[in-house]
């Protein structure tokens, strides 16, 4: 089945470490964007990318950064992890044509803690 | 700026007992509202997208149906595996990306 999958589902960093977080798609859409999720919030989008285009929230902290080397995979990196980065980070794909952005589907998440 | 708000934050139903979920949304040039389930510890499942208003979808036991102000998600004789949050999200013309309400917590008890 064509799916999102994440990796790993759960992470657990040390204050200041920096942490990789992996997503990759079977669906070949052409978006994929990050969220973070903290409990009983609401997703806030960190970035995403338009094929090889790299778009950043003007709110995404310095310290989050992500490479898309292919159209199946995406990384996120936290590059020295805080106490408030500890959140379930999702990754999701979409597929956009002709000017219209379809749904989104997600991954099943990786849950970040920051000891 | 684009807003998103859900109501109820929590929803406790007896199993068979039917009500609706509301997303009321302000954006600038609607081009999409979506609905997804997301359950504990895991990402957001898709249900449905709206285009414009008037449009309704039907999944089992789940209807969702826009106006141009808010829409409803309809839980029609519930079941305890309907329990999870419920999240509506919206696209405006002039952005890629969603902007999520905080989700209502749906909890079904048999």
């Known amino acids: 089945d064509a799916m999102v999958i994440q990796n790993p589902r759960y992470q657990v960093t040390q204050f200041g470490k920096p942490v990789t977080l992996s997503c990759s798609q079977t669906l070949n859409h052409n978006v994929m964007y990050w969220y973070q999720q903290k409990s009983s919030q609401a997703p806030k989008l960190l970035f995403h990318?338009?094929?090889?285009?790299?778009?950043n929230e003007a709110d995404t902290p310095d310290n989050f950064q992500s490479r898309r080397p292919n159209t199946s995979f995406c990384f996120l990196d936290i590059r020295s992890p805080g106490l408030g980065d500890a959140a379930m980070y999702l990754c999701a794909t979409s597929r956009a044509t002709g000017g219209r952005y379809n749904e989104q589907f997600f991954g099943p998440g990786t849950r970040l803690t920051v000891l | 700026e684009d807003q998103v708000t859900q109501s109820p934050e929590a929803l406790r139903l007896q199993e068979g007992e039917s009500s609706s979920l509301n997303c009321s949304y302000t954006v600038s040039g609607l081009r999409g509202l979506f609905w997804y389930r997301q359950d504990p510890g895991k990402g957001p499942e898709f249900l449905f997208t709206l285009y414009s208003a008037g449009e309704e979808k039907e999944k089992e036991r789940l209807k969702a149906t826009l106006t141009k102000k808010e829409s409803f998600l309809h839980i029609t004789a519930p079941k305890p595996e309907d329990s999870a949050t419920y999240l509506c999200a919206v696209k405006n013309t002039g952005r890629r990306a969603l902007t999520f309400g905080s989700g209502t917590r749906l909890q079904v008890q048999p």
């Open positions: 990318y338009y094929d090889k285009d790299f778009n």
